[in-house]
């Protein structure tokens, strides 16, 4: 069966300090990755998704950025943290447009 | 663009009663589906509903997708406390992206 396996759970960073988020599948093939941002009682906001190594769509144009260095491995770095960039981060995987499948997510504070 | 709209925001019921959230795409969807996230949660996925007025039941759940594609409920007979939540629809027009919409709080009241 498929998991998906995000890090670390909770993250406290101050401003102007870098980020690196990993995300990681087990159980599948080159499934479609896609990261999502949820401030406090929102809804979901795709930032970037991806089709393959290396492929990466972006959303919404910010101080992210994202990278698949491998066919299961997806990362969300930002070089410099903003005090916008708090919120709950999650990565899902799924196949085609269908069906996604969420990781439990990294609860993201931005000091 | 492709925009998925919710109604109602929030819902607060008493247990035992129903409770009905739509989603409403500006476009026709190839695919609708249904999540629900639990508070503190992530979101996990429920149904994927495919056919124009396909219907589908989940034991108290029923989903349906409008006829022309463009529309979808979900409905809760009975409301359980386990039902509390935020239930989002997402729908997928281009062939790699889901559009979610902004989701339905349920609050359920013993």
């Known amino acids: 069966s498929q998991t998906i396996h995000q890090w670390p759970a909770t993250l406290v960073q101050p401003v102007g300090s870098p980020l690196s988020l990993e995300c990681t599948v087990e159980g599948t093939s080159n499934p479609n990755l896609y990261w999502y941002r949820q401030a406090a009682g929102r809804g979901l906001q795709l930032l970037f998704y991806s089709v393959g190594i290396g492929q990466i769509s972006s959303e919404v144009p910010q101080n992210l950025s994202a990278s698949r260095p491998q066919d299961r491995q997806f990362i969300l770095s930002s070089k410099k943290l903003l005090l916008s960039d708090s919120g709950f981060y999650l990565c899902?995987?799924?196949?085609?447009?269908?069906?996604?499948?969420f990781g439990p997510g990294t609860r993201l504070t931005v000091t | 663009g492709q925009q998925v709209m919710q109604i109602p925001q929030y819902q607060h019921v008493q247990e035992g009663e129903d409770f009905t959230t739509y989603c409403n795409s500006s476009?026709?969807?190839?695919?609708i589906q249904w999540y629900k996230q639990r508070p503190g949660g992530h979101p996990v996925f429920l149904i994927q509903l495919v056919k124009s007025g396909e219907v589908k039941k989940q034991k108290r759940l029923t989903f349906q997708f409008g006829e022309a594609k463009k529309n979808s409920s979900l409905h809760i007979t009975a409301t359980q406390t386990t039902d509390v939540g935020t239930y989002f629809c997402?729908?997928?027009?281009?062939?790699?992206?889901?559009?979610f919409g902004p989701g339905t709080s349920l609050s359920v009241i013993p």
């Open positions: 476009t026709t969807l190839s695919n």
């Open positions: 899902a995987w799924g196949r085609g447009a269908s069906e996604q499948y």
């Open positions: 997402a729908g997928t027009a281009s062939y790699d992206k889901v559009i």
